[in-house]
């Protein structure tokens, strides 16, 4: 019974380059959020999906970000030509399609701009 | 006004004592609540949800809403050094199914 699988749990990438963070559900659910977290802050809200539809992405960068959740596949975050105000951890969580239900988190990736 | 407010702490209480942790938040069509604990470096950890108005209890931690004060709160009885951590509030918003954070209280549990 896995729970929700993120990857890559570390990613060191160069000013300019794109990182890609990877967010795989739990069995069973089918809305993801992600959230972006600064060292001692608190949980900033990017963006809400469900398969193949984004839900609320108030919380998105106008530029360089993107998310997507395929109907196969895992969630995807993009950051495209990342600076060094990108680095933070990055935390996706998933519920299931039922409204208004409990959200479980992965582990993070903890992306460094250097 | 800010969507989920929480007291940032710290929050200090010897072991053994009752914790309180407290949040407000601002949409009144609000439907769900939920506390989170996130131990330094770690993701947050799910411990309790509420629903309805009342009290809820898991254990050694009790859930509290009152939503015509807009208001939830957290109790951890008998404290204990392990539930050092930073405790954060969220909240599903009426209008949409936002999962809303607080920034935390942090809590320490003094041996």
């Given at each position: 019974?896995?729970?929700?699988m993120?990857?890559?749990?570390h990613?060191?990438?160069?000013?300019?380059?794109?990182?890609?963070?990877?967010?795989?559900p739990?069995?069973?659910?089918?809305?993801?959020y992600?959230?972006?977290?600064?060292?001692?802050?608190?949980?900033?809200?990017?963006?809400?999906l469900?398969?193949?539809n984004?839900?609320?992405e108030?919380?998105?960068?106008?530029?360089?970000?993107?998310?997507?959740?395929?109907?196969?596949g895992?969630?995807?975050l993009?950051?495209?030509?990342?600076?060094?105000?990108?680095?933070?951890?990055?935390?996706?969580?998933?519920s299931?399609?039922?409204?208004?239900?409990?959200?479980?988190?992965?582990?993070?990736t903890?992306?460094?701009?250097? | 006004?800010?969507?989920?407010?929480?007291?940032?702490?710290?929050l200090?209480v010897?072991?053994?004592?009752?914790?309180?942790?407290?949040?407000?938040?601002s949409?009144?069509?609000?439907?769900?609540?939920?506390?989170?604990?996130?131990?330094?470096?770690?993701?947050?950890?799910?411990?309790?949800?509420?629903?309805?108005?009342?009290?809820?209890?898991?254990?050694r931690?009790?859930?509290?809403?009152?939503?015509?004060?807009?208001?939830?709160?957290l109790?951890?009885?008998?404290?204990?050094?392990?539930?050092?951590?930073?405790y954060?509030?969220?909240?599903?918003?009426?209008?949409?199914?936002?999962?809303?954070f607080?920034?935390?209280?942090l809590?320490?549990?003094?041996?």
């Amino acid at each position: 019974n896995a729970g929700v699988m993120q990857n890559p749990r570390h990613l060191v990438r160069r000013r300019g380059q794109e990182a890609r963070l990877r967010c795989s559900p739990m069995k069973g659910h089918s809305h993801v959020y992600w959230y972006r977290q600064l060292p001692e802050e608190g949980l900033k809200f990017m963006v809400y999906l469900q398969k193949e539809n984004i839900i609320d992405e108030s919380g998105m960068p106008k530029e360089r970000f993107s998310a997507e959740f395929p109907k196969e596949g895992p969630s995807i975050l993009r950051i495209q030509q990342v600076v060094r105000g990108d680095s933070a951890a990055y935390f996706c969580a998933s519920s299931p399609p039922a409204p208004n239900t409990e959200a479980f988190f992965g582990q993070g990736t903890r992306l460094t701009v250097v | 006004q800010k969507e989920v407010e929480q007291n940032s702490g710290p929050l200090s209480v010897p072991e053994g004592a009752i914790a309180s942790l407290n949040c407000t938040y601002s949409d009144r069509g609000s439907q769900s609540f939920f506390w989170y604990r996130q131990y330094s470096g770690k993701s947050p950890e799910l411990i309790m949800f509420i629903y309805s108005n009342g009290d809820k209890e898991d254990g050694r931690f009790t859930a509290q809403l009152n939503k015509a004060s807009q208001y939830v709160s957290l109790l951890i009885r008998d404290s204990q050094p392990s539930d050092s951590a930073t405790y954060l509030c969220a909240v599903i918003g009426g209008s949409n199914y936002k999962l809303t954070f607080g920034k935390g209280t942090l809590l320490t549990v003094n041996p």
